[in-house]
């Protein structure tokens, strides 16, 4: 390959297809500051085996069901 054929780039940085984290989730994450207690965040990391974000993420998502749930029934 000669030098006329190699792509114009410095090879530093910038996006590359397949490249970093996989997402966890279909719905993009927003990053926000929560302050817990110690048994707070024991408690989310148990629930979300060792995952604190995940945790918070599964206990949220399980009390909108249940609230829609309700919401439901009283229809």
Known sequence: MT???TPKTTGWGGRRTGAGRKRSTEEPLH???LRLTMPQIAFLNRYGRGNLSAGARQLI???IERERD???TRR
């Open 70 to 72: 309700e919401e439901a």
């Open 3 to 5: 030098w006329q054929d």
């Open 61 to 63: 998502d399980a009390a």
């Open 31 to 33: 990053a926000r500051e």
